[in-house]
């Protein structure tokens, strides 16, 4: 399948799946969210919209559209796991502005992050370990991780398949 909406192909793990729901709690804004985001053969918007917003740049409240392959992503590292928790989440999307900030203060922070593009996020899972967490979204060869047991975080993207501590 295509979306539209990523412009590039969406594979929706187990195609037989009749809906797909992902749970957030955003760290930063104490938002929550549970929703079901693919129903019936398709992405549904209303959704998508909800979790954009609580994905959004906390620093400066900007929404932009996180990549569905993302969220498909996410719903299959969570059916790895095993676990309906919510993902709690250190970084959703990031806009250029917050990226040169953290830039300017950490080594560690990507010049053309694909944060900025909403295809990764930084995520904890209550009741995962976090080096399970890891080892589970290598598993899916799915995109990049990242694994940073200091801040308590896992970092999965849509990019290339490779890894890094």
């Known amino acids: 399948l295509f979306s539209a909406l990523s412009g590039r192909a969406f594979a929706y793990g187990n195609a037989l799946a009749q809906s797909k729901a992902l749970a957030f709690y955003n760290l930063h804004t ?23 917003r609580v994905l959004r740049d906390h620093r400066t409240n900007e929404i932009s559209a996180i990549d569905p392959t993302l969220l498909d992503l996410l719903y299959r590292l969570q059916r790895k796991i095993g676990t309906q928790q919510a993902f709690h989440v250190i970084s959703g ?3 250029p502005a917050s990226n040169s900030l953290l830039r300017s203060q950490s080594g560690g922070v990507a010049n053309r992050s694909l944060h900025m593009s909403g295809k990764a996020i930084d995520v904890a899972l209550p009741g995962c370990k976090l080096a399970d967490l890891r080892r589970a979204a290598l598993s899916l060869r799915a995109g990049g991780v990242g694994y940073y047991p200091a801040s308590g975080f896992v970092h999965v993207d849509t990019g290339r398949v490779r890894q890094w501590t």
Request: net charge neutral; hydrophobic share 35%.
């Open 30 to 52: 104490g938002e929550k969210l549970r929703t079901e985001f693919w129903a019936e053969g398709k992405l549904i918007p209303e959704a998508l919209g909800q979790i954009n």
């Open 93 to 95: 999307y990031r806009s």
